[in-house]
């Protein structure tokens, strides 16, 4: 190739290449680092693209929370129930879903996120034609420290007890003002009833 095909393939390769740049740089396609004069290795750019990855995994992660819960179990005091969801927080419908097992309050937080409410029967009779009335038995056994497993749709919930206290019928059960992400736990023979009943709390763990 002789000079004169050198110089013009030189000139054509650096105008082509300024093209290129101009028009990725006008779409936003330039890197931040190349835009201030800087130009990245190869070690940094990758390890960039793979802290990219994590964070748009934890975003990915972080939006699964928040689902409704299905199954709650307390190996602790034999627990293993399944949860309901109801819409309403009509007492007499609130009632109703308690005959399958343990419902969760509607107005208060998902799996993971602020303070979920899950109440349920508990009954001091030995023998009953149905079981969901002893959803929650023993729940004034457990102590601080004990574990409780709370099932979504593809993940597993743990909590762990912080407090386990009685609460006479003029007592607020729980508080749904707070930002902690935590568990509570409550049992009595007819929800909505003034009685007393144990209360249980519990902080998310992971």
């Excluded at 749709?153 to 607020?172: C, E, F, H, P």
Aim: glycine content about 8%.
């Amino acid at each position: 190739m002789s000079k004169k095909s050198q110089a013009k393939f030189i000139f054509y390769f650096i105008a082509t290449f300024l093209v290129i740049f101009i028009l990725l740089y006008a779409a936003g396609l330039v890197p931040e680092t190349i835009k201030n004069g800087e130009v990245d290795s190869l070690s940094v750019l990758w390890d960039k693209a793979q802290k990219e990855a994590v964070d748009n995994q934890n975003k990915n992660n972080y939006s699964a929370i928040g689902e409704n819960p299905s199954r709650i179990i307390i190996d602790k005091i034999g627990v293993d129930a399944v949860i309901s969801n109801p819409a309403s927080t009509d007492v007499s419908i609130l009632d109703g879903y308690l005959k399958d097992g343990a419902v969760r309050y509607p107005e208060s937080g998902l799996l993971g996120v602020g303070n979920m409410f899950i109440f349920g029967h508990s009954t001091s009779i030995a023998v009953v034609h149905n079981q969901a009335y002893k959803t929650f038995n023993g729940l004034n056994n457990l102590k601080s420290g004990d574990i409780i497993k709370v099932y979504g749709s593809s993940k597993i919930y743990t909590y762990s007890v912080t407090s386990v206290r009685l609460v006479d019928q003029n007592q607020a059960l729980v508080e749904f003002g707070g930002n902690k992400n935590m568990l509570t736990l409550s049992t009595c023979n007819t929800f909505g009833a003034k009685s007393e009943r144990y209360v249980v709390e519990a902080d998310f763990v992971q």
